[in-house]
């Protein structure tokens, strides 16, 4: 089992920043990736980033350049950077744990935490 608690959400104007924070606890010796995920209202739940465990990353297209993921192996944290947001970057964001197939790979979720970017 993995626990997920995320942090650091809120409500910022256009053109602002945050970070949104993950702390893992439990098995986190199985877990291969970490990610952040997020979810607009009457949209499906989509990828923002994604890091692996020896640090290689990945973006969506729309987040590329603005987000910079990463993680703190000694607090078994990962990061969300978010810079120069857009009103479509307002959705809530889930913090996801991939582990590795043991035999077969399991997802962990967090609770989700706000972000809204609105004048």
């Known amino acids: 089992q993995v626990q997920l608690v995320e942090s650091g959400g809120g409500l910022v104007q256009p053109g602002g920043s945050l970070r949104l924070s993950c702390a893992a606890s439990g098995s986190i010796f199985s877990i291969n990736y970490m990610g952040w995920y997020r979810q607009a209202p009457g949209k499906q739940r989509e990828l923002v980033a994604r890091i692996s465990s020896s640090g290689s990353t990945a973006y969506a297209d729309s987040v590329k350049g603005r987000f910079t993921i990463s993680r703190d192996n000694a607090k078994f944290t990962t990061y969300l950077q978010m810079n120069n947001l857009k009103p479509d970057d307002t959705a809530v964001y889930y913090c996801?744990?991939?582990?590795?197939?043991?035999?077969?790979?399991?997802?962990?979720w967090g609770q989700g935490t706000q972000v809204t970017v609105s004048s």
């Open positions: 996801n744990a991939l582990t590795a197939p043991m035999p077969i790979a399991l997802n962990y």
